[in-house]
Each structure stands twice: as C-alpha cells, then as structure tokens.
C-alpha cells in the first residue's frame, strides 16, 4: 500500500501564494502517476493537476492553469503542488493521490490539507 500525507496548506490573502507537498511511503513512489485534487463540502472532488511518473507530462484543470503548477522529485518520494495568484474560490480541501500506471482511477488518496483564500 501507498501512505501519502499532505502539507504546506494554510490561509492565505487573494492573489497570494502556497505551495502543497505530499510526502509517500510504502512503495516505490516512481511507479505512481501523481495527482492534485481538491473538494468543497456540497461539491464534487474536482481534478487539479496530475504528473506522470517521470515527470516529464503535466496536465492541468482549465481553472488553474497558468496558476498551479505540479512537480515532483522522486529522489524525495514527494509531489508538490506550487499555487500562485490564488482566488477564494480555490478555497478547499486538497488532496494528493496515487496512480498505478497500468489503471484508470487513482487508488491511494492523502488525508487532504485545507487551503483557504481571502478575499
């Protein structure tokens, strides 16, 4: 099994920025596609950004690109998650999840980290 903990989230003012980590554990992080996600009570969990297991391909939700940026260093067995001009409607709970390359879903999940903007 894959544990993933996520950090770096926080309250920040509108235009600010933060910057995610999400640390795993448990099995060769290399192996994994890596994603970002986020949900707000009430709505469903949205894709951010996901990084293929190199590094090499990135892609991004249309309301954050240009914004986010996602990266990783496997030497570390962490994901980042860089944020830049954040809007309060980026205000959720962010997860980081795993991918095995060989399946569609995500099947290891972090326990989320609140990021919260003001306005």
């Known amino acids: 099994q894959v544990q993933l903990v996520e950090s770096g989230g926080g309250l920040v003012q509108a235009g600010g920025s933060l910057r995610l980590s999400c640390a795993a554990s448990g099995r060769t992080f290399s192996s994994y596609h890596m994603g970002w996600f986020r949900q707000v009570p009430g709505k469903e969990r949205e894709f951010v950004a996901r990084?293929?297991?190199?590094?090499?391909?990135?892609y991004y939700a249309d309301s954050v690109k240009g914004r986010f940026t996602i990266s990783r260093d496997n030497a570390k067995n962490t994901v980042y998650l860089q944020m830049n001009s954040l809007k309060p409607e980026d205000t959720a709970i962010y997860y980081c999840a795993a991918q095995a390359v060989l399946r569609r879903e995500y099947d290891y999940w972090g326990q989320g980290t609140q990021v919260t903007v003001s306005s």
């Open positions: 990084i293929l297991r190199t590094g090499g391909n990135t």
